[in-house]
């Protein structure tokens, strides 16, 4: 039966004022239709009791630069699960806190507060030192020069000292090829950080620690729910269209490494580990990009490949990091599937076999100046 001439009209007039809408900058209205769309689409690993995770639809659902291809994560998956894929066990540089389980939490906290961008974005030269007849590179230059620092009765662990630093001082304790990047910001970081530690834990990180409850989450009483109120540096958030979306790098990756270093032998425990994500920071993006895992929008990799600087909490890096964090819990996810009930991974073991594979390679990675990784 044919249309009324009237009810037509009034069809084209509505289907022409829609059309008109976008063509004149409906922007608002076309990315809610992208969003519905990919709200269909997006697949969600299971909840883990991660905050970080939790905070991340807004950003998987919504982006504009960055996506995760799941049919591919699906098939790396299929052959990633029968690698090893280890629990790493961290050992620090030329003997530092072995036996003594306190010295260790103390380091690796103290490194944590500045471990933070060791390539220079100028030159793109990372930092590195030699030391102890050993050549270090990247963080690991880093904690080289801690322990260089104790070895010359230097009291770097110690939270009175850290309040106090001098510029002076860090040029001299980070002597290397070149000056490590943001020696400034890592200065004034040190600085904040230790006034904390001296003021309420007798200077030192490992009274912090103990006086947490031993889980990362634990209704604002657990370690990183504390680490990042108590000490705001860790504080690592970004607001994307209005969401907060919670990252959580260097909180995560200190407790982490305290608990492959320490967890074996019963002197430090993490209740809910399988909470943690990965960390997402400049190189494990590079592996889920390499491997085909994720994508960029063509204007997004010619900013990588040129060394174009991403603004800090531009909707460009938070798309970064938060697809690095998706895509890795759901590739653990995937791997699991494929694995035996006792041999199921948790996501930082994912985050250390990209990292471990990638992290020398001359694939330009995002350069973003930031604090919080």
């Known amino acids: 039966m044919q249309q009324p001439r009237s009810e037509r009209r009034r069809f084209l007039r509505g289907l022409g004022g829609f059309m008109m809408l976008a063509a004149a900058g409906g922007a608002d209205l076309r990315h809610a239709a992208a969003s519905t769309a990919s709200r ?61 389980a306190d010295e260790t939490i103390d380091f690796i906290m103290v490194a944590d507060v500045i471990d933070t ?12 030192v030699d030391y102890a007849g050993q050549h270090w590179s990247d963080s690991e230059a880093e904690f080289a020069c801690i322990k260089r620092a104790m070895d010359r009765g230097i009291p770097i662990l110690d939270g009175h000292y850290l309040a106090q630093l001098t510029r002076p001082q860090m040029e001299k304790i980070f002597a290397g090829n070149v000056e490590i990047p943001m020696l400034d910001e890592k200065m004034e970081l040190w600085r904040q950080a230790g006034a904390v530690l001296a003021a309420k834990y007798n200077g030192r990180f490992h009274n912090f620690i103990r006086s947490c409850s031993p889980r990362l989450y634990d209704h604002g009483k657990g370690l990183v729910d504390r680490l990042v109120v108590e000490f705001p540096r860790f504080n690592d958030v970004s607001v994307y269209d209005g969401h907060e979306i919670k990252i959580y790098k260097l909180p995560q990756l200190g407790l982490w490494f305290l608990y492959a270093g320490l967890h074996k032998s019963g002197k430090f425990q993490i209740e809910d580990i399988h909470s943690m994500t990965a960390f997402a920071d400049y190189i494990v993006p590079v592996g889920l990009r390499l491997m085909g895992i994720t994508s960029y929008s063509p204007a997004l990799e010619k900013a990588i490949n040129t060394h174009q600087m991403i603004p800090r909490d531009s909707t460009q890096e938070i798309e970064i990091r938060a697809h690095c964090i998706y895509a890795t819990a759901l590739l653990t996810e995937e791997i699991n599937k494929l694995r035996a009930a006792d041999n199921q991974i948790i996501i930082p073991q994912i985050d250390a076999r990209i990292w471990t594979h990638y992290h020398t390679t001359d694939w330009p990675h995002h350069l973003t100046r930031t604090i919080m990784y």
């Open 40 to 100: 269909e689409k997006v697949r969600w690993p299971k909840p883990t009791g991660s905050p970080v995770l939790d905070s991340l639809p807004p950003v998987i659902e919504n982006s504009r630069d960055v996506r995760t291809n799941v049919e591919k994560l699906i098939e790396v998956a299929g052959w990633m699960a029968y690698e090893e894929l280890p629990m790493p066990e961290y050992h620090l540089p030329l003997g530092a806190g072995e036996n003594n």
């Open 117 to 128: 961008a060791f390539t220079d974005f100028t030159t793109h030269v990372k930092f590195q």
